[in-house]
């Protein structure tokens, strides 16, 4: 219990505020500090939660919606060899992200 109150106390001394986020919001907080401002994908599945986060990130994040996850892959690998920026996927584990040939990845060329 002491050490609770140590901590508060020096949060409080050192101006910082303890703030607790989902893991969904860091990821999209992350991607904003790197400078990602497009995202390809395909929602479903686990990645839900980042899917609904996403909602309150559309003045800073835009996404493209593609037809399967090595679409999404291919689209990002495009966009970031033409533009020179990180080119960022965000699927679902379904059949085509299983293929060892197609899976998602941050793609910056």
């Known amino acids: 219990m002491q050490a609770v ?41 686990a990645i839900m939660p980042i899917y609904d986060a996403l909602y309150g990130y559309q ?17 990002a690998q495009g966009y970031a060899r033409v533009t020179g920026k990180p080119g960022v996927v965000f699927c679902h584990f379904g059949t085509g992200s299983h293929q060892p040939d197609h899976r998602p990845c941050r793609c910056a060329d």
């Open 5 to 45: 109150k140590e901590k508060k106390t020096e949060a409080k001394a050192t101006g910082t505020r303890k703030e607790t986020i989902s893991g969904a919001e860091a990821v999209l907080r992350c991607l904003v500090a790197e400078g990602v401002d497009t995202i390809f994908g395909y929602p479903g599945g």
């Open 59 to 75: 003045d800073r994040l835009r996404h493209i919606l593609v037809r399967h996850e090595q679409g999404a892959t291919h689209a």
